[in-house]
């Protein structure tokens, strides 16, 4: 159990397009969802937590007007990068959880995106 | 502030035994997390502890002190599959999850 999709696993867009990434939740209903970001050989960074049907929290720096995240139902979440740079080029990854207490949060596989 | 410290690279030989250390400093604490990530891939769990001790779970077991702010990973019998980055987390007060930059584990034949 606890599995988790992300739709596309890879893309490739022009500057200034925007794409939109989906994050699903299989076989659990996902309370919680969030994005992070991760450039080569560097750590998890966190963009921004969500619960369902709510908005979205941001952490410091990060664009919410660029990144627009829509939790829309407990099984699914979207993150879009808007006029996208090629300085967004990166591994976007989510994750869910039940949203209980310090629960475990599973991943999705990853989206690599990367801006021309 | 908040913090995670783990050693950056480590190397060991297959079929050895290899621990990974973890040190952290959280606003309150909620349990420790250690994810497995191999490259290219998004991170999967292995374990999370939350009370001083250790849990075993096949090869794999981590190790949790609370009054020390420790916490390590240990891997029994490496394979060459556990070639990965081990990411420790530790969850504050408000179950937030501190990432740390992760150990990239290099297993040699």
């Known amino acids: 159990g606890a599995v988790v999709s992300q739709h596309p696993s890879w893309v490739i867009c022009k500057s200034g397009t925007s794409v939109k990434i989906e994050c699903r939740s299989l076989d659990f209903q996902a309370t919680t969802m969030f994005w992070y970001r991760q450039f080569p050989k560097q750590s998890l960074m966190l963009m921004a937590t969500?619960?369902?049907?709510?908005?979205?929290?941001?952490e410091q720096g990060v664009e919410k007007d660029k990144f627009l995240i829509n939790h829309a139902s407990l099984t699914l979440s979207t993150l879009t990068v808007t006029s996208a740079h090629p300085e967004d080029s990166s591994f976007y990854i989510c994750?869910?959880?039940?949203?209980?207490?310090?629960?475990?949060?599973?991943f999705g596989p990853g989206t690599r995106l990367t801006v021309l | 502030g908040q913090n995670i410290d783990q050693p950056t690279e480590m190397t060991a030989t297959e079929g050895a035994i290899v621990q990974i250390n973890c040190t952290y400093q959280?606003?309150?604490?909620?349990?420790l997390f250690w994810y497995q990530q191999h490259a290219g891939e998004a991170p999967t769990f292995l374990s999370y502890?939350?009370l001083d001790g250790l849990e075993e779970k096949g090869r794999f077991s981590s190790f949790l002190s609370r009054s020390k702010g420790y916490s390590y990973l240990l891997l029994k019998e490496l394979q060459m599959k556990d070639s990965a980055s081990y990411l420790c987390a530790g969850t504050d007060s408000n179950y937030q999850l501190i990432w740390g930059a992760g150990t990239k584990l290099i297993i040699k034949p």
């Open positions: 959280t606003s309150g604490f909620n349990g």
């Open positions: 969500s619960n369902e049907g709510s908005k979205a929290t941001y």
């Open positions: 994750s869910a959880s039940r949203g209980e207490g310090p629960d475990t949060q599973y």
């Open positions: 502890n939350v």
